[in-house]
């Protein structure tokens, strides 16, 4: 199997998989309890939570909770922050979010808020004027991804976040680094320094599914989402995992140790791809390739063909990549980013995307390209838009590499 999902979800470390085995069977204790045999994994879960907290550049431990995954950090962060800032019924986002995002915001246009949505550019590049025209008095939460799940687009969060507290410091800033962490630089007493909150998910980096984790900064007005106990100081109902917590705590340690050279080697291998696809294949396109893009993520749109039918034979090859956010792949619909970047029809039905890992391989990568050409060119023969003779579109194409 050649596994090129990682943007979905990534296998757990094998230094991961062994730093959590105790916690399933010889220090399994609810870390709540009060006898002696509970103190070890008390203790591993503030030792975890101290050393995710540093790695963030988090002035206190205390600023990080821990949740189920990404989705839940969402909307504990949107939510929280409606409940305990009653007076301000304006939020904005961007039109390319992850439907964590999304999709509470269209609930919440139907409770009476007033949602902007603003939008990208061909290249998958935020609108920074239509941002700043936007913010209002009344604006509760900027709610901006760190980086596209889908493109690999990387948004300035570093100046938007600025721009919004220059223009009012009671606007909180929210972004979703779920596809960033570990593979971008932040650090909330730097770069991120304007950035009120901070979600995440651990099996987007070699962690365990079903472990989240959610940054608040003290004096963030945000109530508390999922009520039920007193865990994590009363923030956040419900026993904590504490096996997957130690897990995405080591999975935190390992990203740090090997980051640059991770980063290099994806970099360099999305990019050999992407130039095999753009030599040998005509009329496709590299969604986003002219902007800053996460370094293992490749979204490459081909003309004329359905992305479900290039999946299905890649799959029956053993090669596992997706045609957008796994969240939605149950859906007909394009994707909802390729449309709000202006991708053409004929295109966007035929998107695929590639997301690599510090596992993929170079073999694997040779085997895609030779593999994914000859897949294009059969489903083109089937194609009523395709001139399989001069091996060209049947009617225009927008302006594609040729």
Not at 18 to 33: C, D, G, L, V, W
Not at 202 to 213: E, L, T
Not at 246 to 274: F, P, Q, S, W, Y
Not at 351 to 363: D, G, Q
Request: proline share 5%; net charge neutral; with cysteine.
């Amino acid at each position: 199997m050649i596994y090129l999902d990682n943007n979905a979800t990534t296998a757990a470390a094998p230094e991961v998989v062994e730093a959590i085995q105790p916690f399933f069977t010889k220090e399994y204790f609810n870390p709540s309890s009060m006898y002696a045999a509970a103190q070890p994994a008390r203790d591993a879960l503030e030792s975890a939570r101290k050393q995710i907290a540093a790695a963030l550049g988090a002035s206190l431990p205390s600023e990080l909770l821990f949740t189920s995954c990404a989705t839940e950090s969402c909307n504990a962060a949107i939510f929280g922050t409606i409940r305990a800032n009653p007076n301000r019924r304006h939020i904005i986002t961007t039109a390319v979010e992850h439907p964590a995002v999304l999709a509470v915001c269209k609930e919440l246009e139907h409770q009476g808020f007033d949602i902007s949505y603003i939008g990208v550019d061909r290249q998958g590049n935020i609108n920074l004027g239509e941002f700043v025209r936007n913010l209002r008095k009344d604006t509760l939460l900027t709610a901006v991804m760190h980086a596209n799940n889908e493109t690999g687009a990387v948004f300035p969060i570093e100046r938007l976040s600025r721009v919004v507290k220059e223009t009012d410091p009671n606007i909180i800033f929210f972004c979703d680094a779920t596809q960033s962490m570990t593979k971008l630089p932040l650090t909330m007493s730097g770069t991120f320094r304007n950035v009120d909150i901070l979600a995440f998910s651990g099996h987007k980096f070699h962690a365990p599914k079903g472990i989240g984790g959610l940054f608040i900064r003290s004096g963030t007005r945000c109530r508390t989402f999922l009520i039920g106990g007193h865990q994590e100081s009363g923030r956040r109902g419900g026993t904590e995992n504490v096996p997957y917590i130690v897990g995405m705590a080591k999975a935190i340690e390992l990203a740090a140790a090997t980051h640059h050279n991770d980063v290099k080697r994806m970099e360099l291998l999305r990019n050999k791809l992407e130039n095999a696809l753009l030599e040998q294949i005509p009329n496709v396109e590299i969604n986003g390739r002219e902007t800053l893009r996460m370094p293992n993520t490749l979204n490459v749109s081909v003309h004329y063909i359905e992305g479900e039918g290039i999946l299905y034979q890649l799959s029956g090859l053993g090669i596992c990549a997706s045609s957008g956010s796994a969240c939605t792949s149950g859906s007909l619909e394009p994707s909802h980013v390729l449309s709000a970047m202006g991708v053409p029809f004929t295109a966007k039905h035929g998107s695929i995307r590639f997301s690599l890992s510090r596992y993929t391989a170079e073999t694997e990568i040779d085997t895609v390209i030779e593999e994914f050409p000859k897949i294009v060119a059969r489903l083109r023969r089937l194609s009523p838009y395709w001139d399989q003779k001069n091996n060209k579109p049947r009617i225009a194409s927008p302006a594609v590499n040729q």
